[in-house]
Every structure is written in structure tokens, then in C-alpha cells.
């Protein structure tokens, strides 16, 4: 009998835990269905956003991204613990994301086809229109000539547009406008803009290795040498790009030579770096001597025993200028003093 009723029990058990793994699935399809919705629902509230200029919409799609993220992250958990509990918050969360998402995409509606924003966005094309035309003159390319006749028939269609209160399409004019200004400025300004830095940065390198040169005899020794001979062949290059007009590569040269200059600045500090911190140590230690022949604690004796032992390694190895080596046992004696100066003032 009792065997029977020990079957039935494990019989009951089993459908019970069966019939919640199948609620739990059901409710995870559910959730992920829900999920794939606001996924969507934010993906066009991207598309619209990007339109406008409205940082309350933009504020709010953040939101809702951030709450569908950890939305997701909990119904992965879910998946792996069929924990209920995970599911009704990523639930939660979803829903609150979809709502931000759309609140973004009705504010963004609302600001696109409002007339003030369009006849200000209109005023605005016509004043980039205007520097744009004083910008250019018969030298210019022609594909820049072409631009400009474009922007300016698309911002005649934008002002009709508006005058016949039809806003929408007069927007899409404007955005087409600003766009084919943005690419105009972008083919004249661009070699001139990249021509500029590399001036700024071939400035930078020649002061930066002129202050490197100098540092020759604080230890660097050859190999200091070898890399000062690296960087006048990275400025050789730099100067032959930019001779044939490749300014971009030019400057990236540069930029990776001033990189180069700075990490061996700091290297060809280092001797007098390591010997200060050591003179400084050594002091401090000497201030403590006292203390430390007053006390009876043998740990307190052994570990200002230690401090020495580091510093006279440490000292040796700045004499051969192994200068990394060093500061690592000066650093070691330093954590010790701290150590010892806080037992001795216990």
C-alpha cells in the first residue's frame, strides 16, 4: 500500500512540474513575441528620431533602448532558470520600452511638422546657401558646381512647399537640401581642413623631437639612438605624403610619431624619476630609525630590516641603469614603510 501511494506521489509530482515548465514556455513565447514587437517598434522610432532635433524624443528612445536591453537580458535568465519571476520583469520592461519608444516617435512627428520649425530650418538652408555660393568661385570643380545648383533647386521646391502649408514635404526638401550643402562643404573643406592639421602636427613632431634630442644623455644610450632615427624617418614619409597631396596619410604618420616621442620622453625620465623616489624612501626610513631601535616587536625590526634589503637592491640596479627593476623594489620598500609606520603609531 504504501508503495503505491509513494508511485502516486511521484506520478502527481511529475505532471505538476510538467504542467509548469509548459506554462512557463508558453509565457516565454509570449514574452518573446512581445519582445520582437517593441524591437520593432524601436527600430522605427530610430528612423523617425534621426530626423529631428527634439532631444526630449531622442532622451526617451534612449530610455526605451536601455529598458529593452535589460528586458532581454532578463528573459535570457528566464530561459536558463525557469524563474517566473525574471519573466514578469522582463515583461514589465518591455512594455515600458515600447511605450517610451512610441512617446519619441509621436513627439518627433510633432516637431517635423511643426511650421515654426520648418520656416526656421528654412532660413537656416538659405544662409548656408548664401556662404555656400560665396565659398566657390570658376576655379572650383565642376561636380561642386553641380552641387550647388542642386541644393538651390531643392530649396526652391522646400519654400513652396511651406508658402502652400504643405510641411512634411517641405522637410524632406530641406533634409535633402542640407545634405547636398553638407557634401559641397565636405569636397572644398575637406583638403583644406586635413592641410591645416598636418601643418598643426608637423609643428607638434618637430618641437616634441627637439625636446627628445636633448634628452639623449639622461640613459636612453643607443637604443635611445635607434628610436630618434625611427622617428626622422617617420617625418621623411609624413613629408613625401603630403608633397603628393595625401595629407590623411601624412597626418597618421605624424600622429603615430608624436605617440612614439612621448612614451620615450617619459622613458628618458626615467633615471632621475627612480633616483628621486629613492632618495625620498631612503629619507623617510631614516625618519623612523629611531622608533623601530625604541620597539621591542621583533616584526617590527625584521620588516625595517626588509625596507633596507630593498632599497640597497634597489640602489645596485640604478647603478646599472636597470631602471625598471628598480623601481619595483622601491616600490615594494615604499608599501613596507607605510606598513611599519602604521604599527608603529598603533
Known amino acids: 500500500m504504501t508503495k503505491k501511494i509513494t508511485i502516486f506521489i511521484a506520478f502527481f509530482l511529475l505532471i505538476a512540474v510538467s504542467l509548469t515548465q509548459a506554462q512557463l514556455t508558453d509565457r516565454q513565447r509570449r514574452l518573446q513575441n512581445a519582445q520582437e514587437r517593441t524591437t520593432d517598434i524601436?527600430?522605427?522610432?530610430?528612423?523617425?528620431?534621426a530626423e529631428s532635433g527634439s532631444i526630449r524624443a531622442r532622451n526617451l528612445l534612449q530610455a526605451a533602448v536601455?529598458?529593452?536591453?535589460?528586458s532581454v537580458e532578463l528573459s535570457d535568465l528566464s530561459m536558463i532558470n525557469f524563474?517566473?519571476?525574471?519573466m514578469l520583469q522582463s515583461e514589465k520592461l518591455t512594455f515600458s520600452a515600447r511605450g517610451k519608444a512610441q512617446r519619441s516617435?509621436?513627439?518627433?512627428?510633432?516637431?517635423?511638422?511643426n511650421e515654426d520649425n520648418v520656416r526656421r530650418r528654412l532660413e537656416a538652408a538659405t544662409e548656408r546657401l548664401r556662404?555656400?555660393?560665396?565659398?566657390?568661385?570658376?576655379?572650383?570643380p565642376q561636380a561642386v558646381h553641380q552641387m550647388l545648383q542642386t541644393a538651390r533647386q531643392k530649396l526652391e521646391r522646400a519654400r513652396e512647399f511651406y508658402l502652400d502649408h504643405r510641411l512634411k514635404p517641405a522637410l524632406q526638401m530641406l533634409l535633402q537640401t542640407e545634405q547636398t550643402l553638407g557634401k559641397m562643404k565636405?569636397?572644398?573643406?575637406?583638403?583644406?581642413?586635413?592641410?591645416?592639421?598636418?601643418?598643426?602636427?608637423?609643428?607638434?613632431?618637430?618641437?616634441?623631437?627637439?625636446?627628445?634630442?636633448?634628452?639623449?644623455?639622461?640613459?636612453?644610450?643607443?637604443a635611445l639612438t635607434e628610436r630618434l632615427q625611427n622617428m626622422d624617418r617617420l617625418l621623411e614619409q609624413a613629408q613625401t605624403r603630403a608633397e603628393l597631396g595625401d595629407y590623411d596619410g601624412a597626418v597618421k604618420l605624424l600622429q603615430k610619431g608624436v605617440g612614439q616621442i612621448k612614451r620615450l620622453a617619459e622613458r628618458a625620465k626615467a633615471p632621475n624619476q627612480v633616483r628621486t623616489a629613492l632618495e625620498r624612501t631612503r629619507r623617510q626610513a631614516e625618519q623612523i630609525s629611531e622608533q623601530v631601535a625604541a620597539s621591542s616587536n621583533r616584526q617590527v625590526q625584521k620588516i625595517y630590516s626588509?625596507?633596507?634589503?630593498?632599497?640597497?637592491?634597489?640602489?645596485?640596479?640604478?647603478?646599472?641603469?636597470?631602471?625598471?627593476?628598480?623601481?619595483?623594489?622601491?616600490?615594494?620598500?615604499?608599501q613596507l614603510l607605510v606598513r611599519l609606520t602604521r604599527m608603529l603609531g598603533e
Open 105 to 113: 516617435i509621436a513627439i518627433t512627428r510633432q516637431a517635423l511638422e
Open 131 to 140: 556662404r555656400a555660393e560665396e565659398s566657390i568661385d570658376s576655379q572650383s
Open 66 to 70: 536601455r529598458l529593452h536591453s535589460k
Open 42 to 49: 524601436i527600430q522605427r522610432a530610430r528612423a523617425i528620431v
Open 306 to 334: 626588509d625596507i633596507g634589503e630593498y632599497l640597497n637592491k634597489a640602489g645596485q640596479l640604478a647603478d646599472r641603469e636597470q631602471f625598471d627593476r628598480a623601481a619595483i623594489q622601491i616600490q615594494a620598500a615604499h
Open 186 to 222: 565636405g569636397r572644398l573643406g575637406g583638403l583644406a581642413d586635413s592641410r591645416q592639421r598636418y601643418q598643426h602636427l608637423l609643428e607638434m613632431f618637430l618641437s616634441a623631437q627637439e625636446r627628445i634630442n636633448s634628452m639623449e644623455s639622461l640613459g636612453g644610450g643607443q
Open 83 to 86: 524563474m517566473e519571476q525574471y
